[in-house]
């Protein structure tokens, strides 16, 4: 069972079925595209969340140095995109890292890779819809026509946002309202989405809340995709060429108004700081292997999706620098953690017309990658199909469109339903780890076949033995972590208990708990004529100094438990990171014994460590996401591949 498990599908195979059409249903893609169009759907893809939005709680946690973030994630986004490009050469066809991974591993390995790809596409563009609705509402109340009385279109809040948010906001503010807060002094966040829940209309007990704005615009982008790529491909020109015109006046007019003392500190929380956005900026890069499914809509795909990647991946970068920069010259950095923070710092210079025109352009920028995730999913979806592992309709291309029709309209469904109730952290985080083992297996994909010598390649990752770099590498980290990072080296290892944050600690109080340390409060301040009155707990504790506040906790007539996160409770969030540390073993061992190539082993272990960073939650929401997909491929794909009764 396990040789047929892993079952490899050749090269040889998948061209000669790619030059037959698949003779399934009677038509093949249309082939439109070139380097221009490709290296666009890669802007297209990257140019969204990440500079319209994520880029200000980035940078308000690393400071101006939140630059080295994005440039080591461009990084690593680039040694994958040397994989994904060397595959293509290899394999020109529709598929991506599920193909790639057929070639490398085997058809069980290229199922989870398959399904993990749903969860990028399908998830992703969620979030992204999650995202285009709070721009778009936030443009459609900026409206001001006097003319005609109207002073801003404000729709319901229950209609804006989705379930999840709306239900951990109520239950949020109704802590922090218990414990002295008042509803006035809520961030607007919370304030919003608890008014949400409150006024939302109800079937019984079952508040009605979903985000009406993203269903619109998945519906729209869907019937783009379905009527063809060059529809697709011209509609994501033409908004490429208006956010990329819109960055640049931003650029020209906020380089006059910064001020480089903002710059100052360039990295105000250290390393710490910097890489706590790394989930965040790697969000902003997901995408631009979405080039690789359009593999049978090129013209030349061997020469023009390598091309295609590099040059987007380069142009979003210098993008992304640029704009970071004028960020934290314009305003201190400390100001940035909002939602719009492009907007937000022209409107701090008094350029409300700069405002609106970044308003207006967030939202073509936001759908236009909602439209390359949209196009890559179906074609994922078109290659499990044709190799059996998912029912032949999935295959199916449209006689007159050329696109395919069913995966399609399935996407629309699959992205538009979670859309109206699920939840933005969440579907963020399990994007991000979902694409993450894609590039993982990719990169390792290509060492696994580097010694191939029978496999005709176009383009060829420039090979530097990692024997002489990588093992130094290794053993300088080693040592660093136990000279200059001793006691951060050491309370991991020992798992030592740690203190909880203020917030997370008022809101894991029952009344009992709360009262008493809300009169350790009065007594510590000596203030009697606070008796009578709220005390703001949470925002007391924010105040007091790092030693304080440990001081304040030790104190406190509470359970340990809701003091300090200790044991079991805080060793399972290292569990990733220990993962990491020996895959980096074995892999330096593998690296002195098989020379491998250093470019794809840089890309796995960049990646491998991002997907650490996302925290054992994620991991465990992954893990159950592939539990799934592997109850779906034992029932189906495995009886039905095509493998199954061939030999390749």
Known sequence: MLEKLLRKKSITKILEDADKGYGEHGTSLHKTLGVRDLTAFGIAAIIGAGIFSTIGKASADGGPAVIFLFIFTALACSFAAFAYAEFASMVPVSGSA??????????????????????????????????????????????????????????????????????????????????????????????????????????????????????????????????????????????????????????????????????????????????????????????????????????????????????????????????????????????????????????????????????????FAMASVLLVFQMGQPRIWMSMSRDGLLPKAFSRIHPKYQTPSFSTVVVGFVVAVPSLFMNLTIVTDLCSIGTLFAFVLVCAGVLVLQDRTDIQRKFKIPYVNSKYIIPPAFIAALVLGFSMFKAESTAFITNQPQLYSPVGFVTSLNADELKAVQEQIKLDEQKANLIEKNVDTEAYLNRLTEAQYKDFVDRAHVDQEKKYEYGWSLFKHKIPMWIFFFICCAITYYCIKKNLSLIPVLGLMCCLYMMCELGISNWIGFGIWLIVGLVVYFCYGYRHSKLNNEVI
């Not at 058809?107 to 790809?117: D, N, Q, R, T, Y």
């Not at 002073?151 to 922090?176: F, K, R, S, V």
């Not at 704009?323 to 409300?352: E, M």
Request: proline share 3%; hydrophobic share 55%.
């Open 98 to 363: 599920y193909t790639y991974s057929y070639v490398a591993f085997g058809e069980l390995v290229a199922w989870i890779i398959g399904w993990s790809l749903i969860m990028e596409y399908a998830i992703g563009n969620i979030t992204v819809a999650i995202s285009w609705s709070d721009y778009f509402t936030g443009l459609l109340s900026s409206i001001q026509i006097p003319a005609l009385n109207i002073q801003g279109i404000h729709l319901p809040d229950w209609m804006t946002m989705d379930y999840l948010t709306a239900l951990n906001a109520h239950e949020h503010a109704e802590a922090l309202v218990a414990a002295g807060k008042d509803y006035s002094n809520l961030d607007d966040a919370t304030r919003i989405a608890n008014n949400a829940w409150i006024t939302a209309p109800k079937i019984g007990d079952f508040h009605v809340v979903a985000d009406i704005p993203a269903l619109g615009i998945i519906i729209f982008i869907t019937w783009l995709v379905y009527r063809g790529m060059k529809e697709s491909r011209n509609a994501s020109n033409a908004m490429v060429v208006i956010k990329l015109a819109v960055i640049l006046l931003v650029l020209s007019v906020g380089v006059f108004y910064v001020d480089v003392s903002n710059w100052d500190p360039f990295a105000p929380n250290g390393v710490s700081g910097i890489l706590k956005g790394v989930s965040a900026v790697f969000f902003a890069y997901i995408g631009f292997d979405a080039i690789s499914t359009t593999a049978e809509e090129c013209k030349n795909p061997q020469r023009d999706l390598p091309r295609g990647m590099m040059w987007a991946i380069i142009i979003c970068t210098l993008l992304y620098v640029a704009i970071a920069l004028v960020l934290t010259g314009i305003v201190n950095y400390s100001l940035l953690a909002v939602g719009d923070p492009l907007a937000f710092v022209f409107d701090q210079i008094d350029l409300k017309l700069m405002s609106g025109i970044i308003a207006v352009s967030a939202v």
